[in-house]
């Protein structure tokens, strides 16, 4: 069974940056995966931010592009997701999920934003951002 946790949220000033790191145990860790970070409001449902498949290929929501970035690890099986000019609509709770089975993002690219993509998550770390 895949287990993740993530860490390195906080709270931070809008602008400013946040690193957050999501690592692996158990199972195929990143051996075999794609790997994405959800965003979930007070209130409301998770949304995904951005996604990094087995060859580093990375997808991002209009919203976070240019702003943030994904990146892997496979060594330290670590996912991170660094996150710049924070914006307050980016306060929440980020969790990291994993798909198993997968490869390339051009697999599950019509359908990497959505929950049922994926099969394992973290129990999330909530970021806030104040003005």
């Known amino acids: 069974q895949v287990q993740l946790v993530e860490s390195g949220g906080g709270s931070v000033q809008s602008g400013g940056s946040l690193r957050l790191s999501c690592v692996a145990s158990?199972?195929?860790?990143?051996?075999?995966?794609?790997v994405a970070w959800f965003r979930q409001a007070p209130g409301n449902r998770r949304e995904a931010v951005a996604t990094?498949?087995?060859?580093?290929?990375?997808e991002y929501v209009d919203d976070v592009k240019g702003r943030f970035l994904i990146s892997k690890d496979k060594a330290k099986r670590t996912v991170y997701l660094q996150m710049n000019s924070l914006k307050r609509g980016r306060t929440g709770r980020y969790f990291c999920?994993?798909?198993?089975?997968?490869?390339?993002?051009?697999?599950?690219?019509?359908?990497?934003?959505?929950?049922?993509?994926?099969?394992?998550w973290g129990p999330g770390t909530q970021v806030t951002v104040s003005s």
């Open positions: 999920t994993k798909r198993r089975y997968c490869y390339s993002l051009n697999d599950y690219s019509r359908v990497w934003d959505q929950e049922s993509t994926y099969d394992y």
């Open positions: 158990g199972g195929d860790s990143y051996s075999s995966s794609c």
């Open positions: 990094i498949d087995n060859y580093d290929d990375t």
